[in-house]
């Protein structure tokens, strides 16, 4: 899946980072969500609640939420197909603890940082901590 194009709208893509400048100093995070399994277009972005110990470092999505989203795809043509966070430092980059934390391979994980959002995709040797491989956006209207 590595040189995949993600189609992102302009809206969502905008959302993204009123999300982000809400947010800060702490992370926001969400689900990524695609239609009859079409990875490489996003159908919608969810966010939720950042339950990390210390969200100024740290992202966690509330399990409740992922509970509930993992449900709402069983009724749908929707499938979650990664997640979404910022980093109020302004790194574009999955940190190391990013790269910890990926649970599955060929997940996507969109980074908003600063007035951009960097799209990467988890995989085995990928090119960033062993585990991140990076994917571009091409932002529609």
Same mark, same amino acid.
């Not at 969502?12 to 399994?37: F, S, V």
């Not at 996003?42 to 939420?65: C, G, M, Q, V």
């Not at 391979?105 to 090119?127: H, P, R, T, Y």
């Given at each position: 899946?590595? =040189?995949?194009?993600?189609?992102?709208?302009?809206?969502?893509?905008?959302?993204?980072?009123?999300?982000?400048?809400?947010?800060?100093?702490?992370?926001?995070?969400?689900?990524?969500?695609?239609?009859?399994?079409?990875?490489?277009?996003?159908?919608?972005?969810?966010?939720?609640?950042?339950?990390?110990?210390?969200?100024?470092?740290?992202?966690?999505?509330?399990?409740?939420?992922? %509970?509930?989203?993992?449900?709402?795809?069983?009724?749908?043509?929707?499938?979650?197909?990664?997640? %979404?966070?910022?980093?109020?430092? =302004?790194?574009?980059?999955?940190?190391?603890?990013?790269?910890?934390? $990926?649970?599955?391979? =060929?997940?996507?994980?969109?980074?908003?940082?600063?007035?951009? $959002?960097?799209?990467?995709?988890?995989?085995?040797? =990928?090119?960033?901590?062993?585990? %991140?491989?990076?994917? $571009?956006?091409?932002?529609?209207?």
């Amino acid at each position: 899946m590595w =040189g995949m194009i993600l189609s992102l709208s302009s809206h969502d893509y905008n959302q993204l980072q009123i999300w982000a400048k809400l947010a800060y100093p702490m992370e926001c995070c969400g689900l990524i969500w695609a239609k009859n399994n079409r990875k490489s277009h996003i159908s919608k972005l969810e966010l939720t609640k950042n339950i990390a110990s210390n969200p100024l470092k740290y992202f966690e999505i509330d399990p409740k939420s992922l %509970f509930d989203a993992n449900r709402k795809t069983r009724a749908s043509d929707n499938m979650i197909i990664g997640i %979404f966070h910022s980093h109020p430092n =302004g790194l574009e980059t999955p940190s190391q603890q990013d790269a910890a934390d $990926v649970n599955e391979m =060929g997940q996507i994980w969109m980074i908003i940082a600063k007035d951009s $959002v960097k799209a990467w995709i988890s995989a085995e040797n =990928g090119e960033l901590h062993n585990i %991140f491989n990076p994917i $571009v956006i091409n932002i529609i209207n």
